[in-house]
């Protein structure tokens, strides 16, 4: 069976569970067209989403709600004490319609910083929060909030901004989902550079 020597390093650099989520990734990036290959409205509304995701994390400002609602849950989300929403699996933020709306935008699985840290659920997280900048995390990373978030914002003056960037964000996704546009060529191959791995999720992974 053929490992290529980037999945052999991903697997040492990182453990077998993120290198998996990473080749899986690279995949299903490949599978979703270019800028020229899409239409004008993708395009701009892919654009548009890249804009609202960062004014959203800048106006979420320093909030103190994330920064603890992990402790005591069980692993993977557990595995540092904020961040509990992030320990879900990088397939389920990462899906087929955010990944393209990301690839449009700009955004290359190449290119998207992984951190050296522990495995804890989406291959991009680490011990102080997301790797990647807000651009380039999926719109539902930052429309979800938690209700202990919420709270937090609808007892400050910014949190109506917020939840209006919120809704902005959401609106501007559903609208892209609807732009007709050509099926992905490769999704179903999504899984063929991981299972090229041949490893087993093992202890030490």
Same mark, same amino acid.
């Given at each position: 069976?053929?490992?290529?020597?980037?999945?052999?390093?991903?697997?040492? %650099?990182?453990?077998?569970?993120?290198?998996?989520?990473?080749?899986?990734?690279?995949?299903?990036?490949?599978?979703?067209?270019?800028?020229?290959?899409?239409?004008?409205?993708?395009?701009?509304?892919?654009?548009?989403?890249?804009?609202?995701?960062?004014?959203?994390?800048?106006?979420?400002?320093?909030?103190?709600?994330?920064?603890?609602?992990?402790?005591?849950?069980?692993?993977?989300?557990?595995?540092?004490?904020?961040?509990?929403?992030?320990?879900?699996?990088?397939?389920?933020?990462?899906?087929?319609?955010?990944?393209?709306?990301?690839?449009?935008?700009?955004?290359?699985?190449?290119?998207?910083?992984?951190?050296?840290?522990?495995?804890?659920?989406?291959?991009?997280?680490?011990?102080?929060?997301?790797?990647?900048?807000?651009?380039?995390?999926?719109?539902?990373?930052?429309?979800?909030?938690?209700?202990?978030?919420?709270?937090?914002?609808?007892?400050?003056?910014?949190?109506?901004?917020?939840?209006?960037? %919120? %809704?902005?964000?959401?609106?501007?996704?559903?609208?892209?989902?609807?732009?007709?546009?050509?099926?992905?060529?490769?999704?179903?191959?999504?899984?063929?550079?991981?299972?090229?791995?041949?490893?087993?999720?093992?202890?030490?992974?």
């Amino acid at each position: 069976m053929f490992i290529s020597l980037r999945q052999l390093f991903e697997a040492r %650099r990182y453990g077998v569970r993120r290198a998996v989520d990473l080749a899986q990734l690279r995949v299903r990036f490949a599978g979703q067209p270019d800028g020229g290959q899409a239409t004008l409205a993708e395009r701009d509304l892919a654009i548009r989403l890249r804009d609202l995701k960062t004014r959203l994390a800048a106006a979420f400002g320093d909030v103190t709600a994330c920064a603890a609602c992990a402790r005591n849950c069980p692993p993977p989300a557990g595995r540092w004490t904020g961040g509990r929403c992030c320990g879900t699996a990088t397939s389920a933020v990462f899906t087929t319609q955010e990944v393209r709306a990301l690839k449009l935008g700009g955004a290359r699985a190449g290119r998207l910083p992984v951190p050296s840290s522990a495995f804890a659920g989406c291959a991009f997280r680490g011990p102080t929060g997301c790797s990647l900048e807000p651009a380039d995390r999926p719109s539902a990373c930052l429309v979800f909030a938690c209700d202990d978030l919420r709270a937090e914002l609808d007892a400050t003056l910014e949190g109506s901004a917020v939840h209006q960037l %919120r %809704r902005d964000l959401s609106s501007a996704f559903d609208r892209f989902l609807c732009v007709p546009s050509e099926p992905p060529h490769h999704d179903l191959c999504c899984q063929a550079e991981a299972a090229s791995l041949g490893w087993r999720f093992g202890p030490g992974a």
